[in-house]
Every structure is written in structure tokens, then in C-alpha cells.
């Protein structure tokens, strides 16, 4: 498609529980990233693909995160045993290659509530 | 550690009026840079891009200049509408880094009639 589609747009879990959030990105990009956004405009970098492989995670919680981009598939985040502080919006982007001229173009985010 | 600012954090004008929204880094060694809008409950609209090389871009109403070596960059608007209301945020690509963009704190902006 022509815009990033992120599903769903918003996400209650209570914590302790498992979310999972998707990401189409624009067809014929190749670079997925995905960032947090706490309180109003603080943006964090948490993963970024090259097609299926992780190209940098240095942004990711290890241990309850994770994510996946799979061939003919939208790409994923998941988050185990939730907690109070993983309350954020997070992005999905893509971008056609890393040339210097090749802005990321954004989703409309997934708001996740944990309660 | 790169570190983005932007002043003004908020503002308010009525329409017609040009404006200038200011961003600065602490690290001139960058990538690119990339100003955005955001409209409430929303993602990020990509407006301009500038290149390490370039100086300025211009789309419409809007032209964004970039000083590396002084580290700040500037958003300007011209004539602003009602319809220009939102948050603008700038976000750097480092250039040693990887691809992750650091942004700005935001400037957001109402126009009123």
C-alpha cells in the first residue's frame, strides 16, 4: 500500500498479559523501524529491519520484547507480561533504502493502555 | 550523546502570519535531518528532509534551512492557515549511528482566524 498500516490502533491489556502490535509497511520498502513514544513527544528507537533481518536493536528491551519481520507477513512487536510503564504509542516506519534522501514515513501508531 | 532541542514549545498566532521554528542538535556530525507534523491521536506526517550536503529544502509554504556546523536548522511557514495547527517535531539521523532518528522536543503550534 502506499501508507505504513498499523494494527490495532488502540490496545487495552491488563498487566502482566501479552500485546502484540502489526505493521504493514509501504510496499517496496525494505527498512522497518519501530519507536515508542512516552508522554507527549519523547520519542524512543526501539528495533529496525532490513526486509526479515534485524538490522539494529539496540533500543529494545531484551527481555519481555521482541520482534519479527516475516516474508508475505506484517511485521510485529510483541510484549510479555506487560507492565504499567510499557503505556506508550508506538510507531512502525518504513523507509526504501538508508540512502541519506530516503526520509522514514510513519503509521498512525498503536496506542497501548496497560490497566 | 546527541541531544535535540526546539524553540519555541509552544506557539500561538493568528493566520497570515510567517513563522520561523527553531531546532538544534549538540552533534553536527549528522545524516540527515527531518522535520515532521503531528496532528493529536495521529502519526507522523514527513514534510521535509534535508541531506548533510544541503542547505535548505522547500515544499509549498514551507522551507526548512540547515546550519551543521552550527548545529540548528529552522522550519519556516509562510502565510500560515488554521490548517497548520499541529506539533512540528525535527529528528536527526547520526551519522555514525545506525538508522534510528532522535527527535526533537516539539514546537506545537496553534493558527487561529
Known amino acids: 500500500g502506499e501508507e505504513v498500516a498499523q494494527t490495532p490502533k488502540h490496545l487495552v491489556r491488563g498487566e502482566g498479559q501479552k500485546a502484540k502490535l502489526y505493521c504493514a509497511p509501504i510496499k517496496g520498502h525494505s527498512y522497518v523501524f519501530w519507536y515508542q513514544q512516552v508522554l507527549k513527544n519523547e520519542f524512543k528507537f526501539l528495533i529496525s529491519f532490513q526486509n526479515e533481518n534485524v538490522f539494529d536493536e539496540t533500543g529494545m528491551p531484551k527481555e519481555r520484547f521482541s520482534a519479527k519481520c516475516l516474508p508475505n507477513s506484517p511485521c510485529s512487536l510483541e510484549i510479555q507480561a506487560t507492565k504499567l510503564e510499557d503505556s506508550a504509542v508506538y510507531f512502525c516506519a518504513s523507509s526504501q533504502s538508508r540512502q541519506s534522501n530516503q526520509p522514514q514515513h510513519f503509521g498512525d501508531g498503536t496506542r497501548l493502555s496497560i490497566l | 550523546k546527541q541531544e535535540v532541542t526546539q524553540i519555541p514549545a509552544a506557539l500561538s498566532v493568528p493566520e497570515g502570519e510567517n513563522l520561523v521554528l527553531n531546532c538544534s542538535f549538540t552533534d553536527s556530525a549528522i545524516y540527515n535531518l527531518q522535520w515532521f507534523r503531528q496532528d493529536p491521536g495521529k502519526g507522523l506526517t514527513s514534510l521535509l528532509l534535508?541531506?548533510?550536503?544541503?542547505r535548505e529544502q522547500t515544499s509549498g509554504r514551507l522551507n526548512a534551512s540547515l546550519d551543521k556546523s552550527s548545529g540548528r536548522s529552522t522550519l519556516y511557514i509562510a502565510a500560515s492557515q488554521p490548517g497548520d495547527s499541529a506539533t512540528y517535531l525535527c529528528a536527526v539521523r547520526h551519522h555514525v549511528d545506525t538508522d534510528k532518528l532522535i527527535f526533537g522536543t516539539g514546537t506545537r503550534l496553534q493558527v487561529f482566524p
Open positions: 534535508i541531506q548533510s550536503s544541503q
